[in-house]
């Protein structure tokens, strides 16, 4: 598919992430046209559709999956309507992006993973963590050449003070009808590590704690028991001997915490996500910030890989929905950790 035949993608759900990325990136796409959208209501669905340009309102998410002037579709909803939505798309004959995390579980992610496997010619990608698209591949190159030595620990640490206020209401990320297992922001770190270590952890040990047992909820008014954990630990190990250890908490009333630190025999990697900076040290000295190369900085181009995998058939990379089950396995087995 050339730019002289303009790519026709219609918008399942339009968030703040829709709005604040994907439709602006698409826009900027030469041969792209934003051709129908389908919000949570007509009005909204409106707002949207006025504000990017978009073409034509659907009443229902699949009437955008079953019109024949739509080739592609953005799934931009919360996590409870991944699956059905792309099921049905791939069975169209659609190409999908779906906003990340994959699904509600595994089983739901699996069947994705099926129906793309069944449409090998459509392109069937999942929206990538962001925040260490500039660091990846200066972190793999590292590992890969040894500068580590034996890789010993894997240590994940995101915090911050989001539920400590037991009043506020429930939000979308605590409601399991709508997150199902994604616990915090666990699956969209370990998405980050899946990229850089190799193998995936086992023997996982969890313990995890609700602090508000119930909250608000904001489209009922009605109180609403909150089954996800608030704060959660994991730990792990790979097979090549080396520890994950990670702590998530959205009750950190101190300063928040946001870093990844791969340890290793000879030097360590800390990544300080929150500030976008990869520092690096030999054992025993200093550590030094890493400075990238602007070649080796990807960016955003999360609408532009998924137009080019279309268009020029490049394979998908960020993300592709194997790796999708992965990380989803990982969530669900802390899930059931948490909850054994």
Same mark, same amino acid.
């Given at each position: 598919?050339?730019?002289?035949?303009?790519?026709?993608?219609?918008?399942?759900?339009?968030?703040?992430?829709?709005?604040?990325?994907?439709?602006?990136?698409?826009?900027?796409?030469?041969?792209?046209?934003?051709?129908?959208?389908?919000?949570?209501?007509?009005?909204?669905?409106?707002?949207?559709?006025?504000?990017?340009g978009?073409?034509?309102?659907?009443?229902?998410?699949?009437?955008?999956?079953?019109?024949?002037?739509?080739?592609?579709?953005?799934?931009?909803?919360?996590?409870?309507?991944?699956?059905?939505?792309?099921?049905?798309a791939?069975?169209?004959?659609?190409?999908?992006?779906t906003?990340?995390?994959?699904?509600?579980?595994?089983?739901?992610a699996?069947?994705?993973?099926?129906?793309s496997?069944?449409?090998?010619?459509?392109? #069937?990608?999942? *929206?990538?963590? /962001?925040?260490? @698209?500039?660091?990846? %591949?200066?972190? !793999? +190159?590292?590992?890969?050449?040894g &500068?580590?030595?034996?890789?010993?620990?894997?240590?994940?640490?995101?915090?911050?003070?989001?539920?400590?206020?037991?009043?506020?209401p429930?939000?979308?990320?605590q409601?399991r009808?709508?997150?199902?297992?994604?616990?915090?922001?666990?699956?969209?770190?370990?998405?980050?590590?899946l990229?850089?270590?190799?193998?995936?952890?086992?023997?996982?040990?969890? #313990?995890?704690? *609700?602090?508000? /047992?119930?909250? @608000?909820?904001?489209? %009922?008014?009605? !109180? +609403?028991?909150?089954?996800?954990? &608030?704060?959660?630990?994991?730990?792990?190990?790979?097979?090549?001997?080396?520890?994950?250890?990670?702590?998530?908490?959205?009750?950190?009333?101190?300063?928040?915490?946001?870093?990844?630190?791969?340890?290793?025999?000879?030097?360590?990697?800390?990544?300080?996500?929150?500030?976008?900076?990869?520092?690096?040290?030999?054992?025993?000295?200093?550590?030094?910030?890493?400075?990238?190369?602007?070649?080796?900085?990807?960016?955003?181009?999360?609408?532009?890989?998924?137009?080019?995998?279309?268009?020029?058939?490049?394979?998908?990379?960020?993300?592709?929905?194997?790796?999708?089950?992965?990380?989803?396995?990982?969530?669900?087995?802390?899930?059931?950790?948490?909850?054994?």
């Amino acid at each position: 598919m050339s730019t002289d035949n303009p790519l026709r993608i219609g918008f399942i759900g339009a968030g703040a992430n829709t709005r604040l990325r994907h439709l602006p990136g698409f826009k900027e796409i030469p041969g792209v046209e934003l051709a129908m959208v389908a919000n949570r209501s007509k009005e909204s669905s409106e707002k949207v559709a006025s504000e990017f340009g978009i073409r034509a309102v659907a009443g229902h998410w699949s009437d955008i999956v079953e019109s024949s002037d739509i080739d592609a579709v953005m799934i931009g909803t919360w996590p409870c309507l991944h699956a059905e939505a792309t099921i049905a798309a791939l069975n169209a004959g659609k190409h999908v992006l779906t906003e990340a995390r994959m699904a509600m579980n595994v089983q739901e992610a699996e069947a994705m993973l099926a129906a793309s496997k069944r449409h090998p010619e459509l392109v #069937a990608q999942i *929206v990538p963590a /962001p925040f260490s @698209l500039n660091f990846d %591949t200066a972190i !793999r +190159k590292r590992l890969d050449a040894g &500068e580590l030595g034996e890789l010993l620990e894997v240590c994940v640490t995101q915090t911050g003070g989001q539920y400590v206020d037991s009043s506020a209401p429930m939000t979308w990320r605590q409601d399991r009808e709508l997150s199902g297992v994604n616990i915090l922001t666990l699956g969209i770190y370990h998405e980050m590590v899946l990229r850089w270590v190799k193998g995936d952890p086992e023997r996982i040990q969890a #313990a995890g704690a *609700v602090f508000s /047992p119930q909250r @608000l909820d904001p489209e %009922t008014g009605r !109180r +609403k028991p909150v089954e996800l954990p &608030e704060s959660v630990s994991v730990l792990g190990r790979y097979p090549s001997g080396a520890r994950l250890v990670y702590h998530f908490s959205g009750v950190e009333t101190g300063l928040p915490r946001n870093e990844i630190r791969l340890n290793g025999s000879k030097g360590a990697l800390r990544f300080d996500v929150a500030a976008g900076r990869l520092f690096h040290c030999v054992a025993g000295e200093a550590e030094a910030e890493v400075e990238i190369p602007p070649g080796e900085r990807r960016g955003w181009r999360v609408e532009a890989d998924f137009v080019d995998s279309i268009r020029e058939g490049n394979p998908v990379e960020l993300t592709d929905f194997e790796t999708g089950v992965r990380y989803m396995k990982f969530t669900e087995t802390v899930w059931s950790a948490v909850n054994g």
